[in-house]
């Protein structure tokens, strides 16, 4: 099973934004539910968002309003656009997409 492949993190000031990629290893059309997932340090992973092939849309309490989630079919990408940035962001982003990635580190700075 080939992973997929996250990108996109980075440091950056609070209020600013980010857009994490998740390319997924195989057509993203026959993956029901796509995941963004975070952990912190001395945290437990959690979810941030989902979607699913229909584009139902599902969102922490912690995020909703401001990050969001969809997916490109045609290039197997789902995205994870965040915005207003809090030093309580700050993780590292997994993607779930038929197999977990690597991860890709957000850092928001105070």
């Known amino acids: 099973q080939v992973q997929p492949v996250e990108s996109g993190g980075g440091l950056v000031q609070a209020g600013g934004s980010l857009r994490l990629s998740c390319a997924a290893s195989r057509s993203t059309f026959s993956i029901a539910f796509i995941g963004w997932f975070r952990q912190a340090p001395g945290e437990q992973r959690e979810l941030v968002a989902s979607?699913?092939?229909?584009?139902?849309?599902n969102y922490a309490a912690s995020v909703k309003g401001r990050f969001t989630i969809s997916r490109d079919d045609a290039k197997n990408t789902v995205y994870l656009q965040m915005n207003s940035l809090k030093p309580e962001d700050t993780a590292v982003y997994y993607c779930?997409?038929?197999?977990w990635g690597q991860g890709t580190q957000v850092t928001v700075s105070s």
């Open positions: 779930n997409a038929g197999g």
């Open positions: 979607i699913t092939t229909r584009g139902n849309t």
